[in-house]
């Protein structure tokens, strides 16, 4: 599959407090860093912080990039911190389908084909699926063309009952796993796109038959990570899932992609997946 444009994701953020200050004070307490803590860190006094956590002091637009920084703040929140304190956003949101982006569009299709016959996606923040190799596209058979049609979403497509749950034989501990995962998201990045996306896949009702952890003898494979175990043509295949993103991203866009690999996670899935694609 060749890759795509994600819909825009400039509504993604909650609506931002007025002012900087309780911005930046929400960000230190789910970080859990004192007030003390983040000014050694940013070469600062605590008594700075404290005056522009309630809005005594304006920060400059250096303390400001600084500050989000040291709290792991999410490129796009930077923006939104540099609007809260009067300034420009620092970083672009370049389209994925801009020239200037050829590299890097090419290198992802290069990255996840070469990852080839095993399954490999990117996807965007909130789980659109911009490209994906022909190890999802074979797992992705005889689903509906109603969660076929652009944007796919990786989350919808796993999780709705007409999709890959009822293919999956340990779909409470999967679905369990993806749901905790987009919590993280949400409580990282306050996007409500993506809370919406979570009510709904969480509503799904679970396949009767996927409802209760599947009976029988443990599995011989001494799993190092959760695997998902999925049926293909009467086999059931084994996959545990790696997530990648981009190291110090100057790019909204750039920063908010993320590459999934399924390795293959005992030696009956290798096997069938280089002889199913040759």
């Keep these: 599959m060749a890759i795509v444009a994600p819909r825009t994701n400039a509504a993604s953020a909650a609506p931002a407090e007025p002012g900087v200050g309780p911005l930046l004070r929400a960000w230190r307490e ?16 605590a008594r700075h912080i404290s005056f522009v956590e309630t809005g005594r002091s304006r920060p400059s637009e250096e303390m400001v990039l600084r500050l989000a920084e040291h709290l792991e703040v999410p490129v796009r929140e930077r923006n939104a911190l540099l609007l809260a304190a009067g300034y420009a956003p620092h970083y672009p949101e370049t389209p994925l389908d801009d020239p200037a982006l050829d590299g890097l569009r090419a290198g992802l299709e290069r990255l996840i084909q070469g990852y080839e016959p095993y399954p490999a996606l990117v996807v965007d923040a909130r789980y659109d699926v911009v490209a994906a190799n022909r190890g999802i596209a074979m797992l992705l058979e005889g689903l509906p063309e109603s969660l076929l049609a652009p944007p796919l979403n990786a ?37 409500a796109p993506l809370r919406a996306l979570y009510e709904e896949v969480a509503a799904y009702p679970v ?47 750039v920063a908010e992609l993320a590459v999934e690999t399924l390795l293959p996670a005992d030696p009956a899935t290798v096997k069938y997946l280089h002889s199913l694609m040759g």
Excluded at 30 to 45: F, I, T
Excluded at 155 to 171: D, E, F
Excluded at 176 to 181: F, T
């Design 30 to 45: 789910r970080r859990r860093v004192s007030q003390l803590e983040l000014a050694l860190r940013a070469g600062s006094s």
């Design 155 to 191: 989350m919808r497509l796993t999780l709705h009952p007409s999709g890959l749950a009822p293919r999956i034989r340990n779909l409470p501990e999967w679905r369990g796993h993806l749901l905790a995962q987009m919590e993280r998201q949400i409580a990282l990045h306050r996007s």
């Design 207 to 253: 396949p009767p038959e996927r409802g209760c952890p599947a009976a029988g003898p443990p599995e011989p494979v001494p799993y190092f990570a959760l695997p998902m175990q999925i049926e293909h043509a009467g086999r059931t295949l084994s996959f545990i899932s790696s997530i990648s993103t981009f190291n110090t991203p100057m790019d909204v866009t």
